[in-house]
């Protein structure tokens, strides 16, 4: 009788786990920093090895994961021009749906950090022999003047397909002029320049 009842439940269970409406593991609901809604972004599914699974597109800031496996997971969410947001430790209840919110970080302002048309960026590092920054350092290129921060750098713009002249000096250490001249809009030159003292 004891096993006549079981398998009465246990196919009473199977019925009832069979007529279950499906459902999808995550539910994503992804903005901006400011609350609006993000564009177009591309959601990663990753192993505890860092390893993609899958990957999915995601529009007018709403997307569903629904086939997540067992153990645990991380979602990364890229976006052209965007840092990547990732969310660690997501594991799959089997018939729950996760509700998750994620803000992608704020876009790069590519007007102020120059590039794109008819130059390309320099960031200089301006140091000492020493290795320690030159805070506040002039850098003087044609007739524009910059002034590097308290960690002695600075980013100027470079005329594509043209040689320039840059002086870096500071008070109490021997100016540096270099000429530099770079081929296209998107290369980045990266310069540590060393000051001597006077």
């Known amino acids: ?20 409406p499906s459902f999808c593991a995550l539910d994503l609901t992804i903005t901006q920093s400011d609350g609006s809604v993000a564009g177009p972004v591309v959601a990663q599914i990753l192993d505890d090895q860092g390893r993609q699974l899958q990957s999915t597109q995601v529009a007018g800031g709403h997307g569903v ?31 729950l749906t996760q509700h998750l919110a994620l803000i992608m970080n704020p876009i790069a302002d590519r007007g102020s950090q120059g590039g794109g048309g008819n130059a390309c960026r320099v960031y200089f590092r301006i140091r000492t022999v020493d290795d320690h920054p030159v805070p506040e350092a002039d850098v003087l290129l044609n007739a524009h003047h ?3 921060d308290e960690y002695g750098r600075v980013l100027v713009l470079l005329r594509l ?4 002249s840059v002086r870096i000096e500071h008070t109490g250490f021997r100016p540096e002029v270099l000429s530099l001249g770079c081929g296209q809009w998107d290369e980045e030159i990266d310069r540590t320049i060393i000051l001597g003292r006077q």
């Open 65 to 95: 994961i629904c086939d997540l496996g067992f153990g645990t997971h991380s979602i990364r969410v890229e976006r052209d021009g965007y840092l990547p947001v990732t969310l660690s430790g997501v594991r799959a209840i089997f018939g």
């Open 161 to 164: 397909r043209q040689f320039e």
């Open 146 to 148: 910059f002034r590097a």
């Open 1 to 20: 009788m004891k096993r006549f009842v079981f398998v009465i439940l246990y196919v009473a269970r199977l019925i009832l786990a069979q007529s279950e």
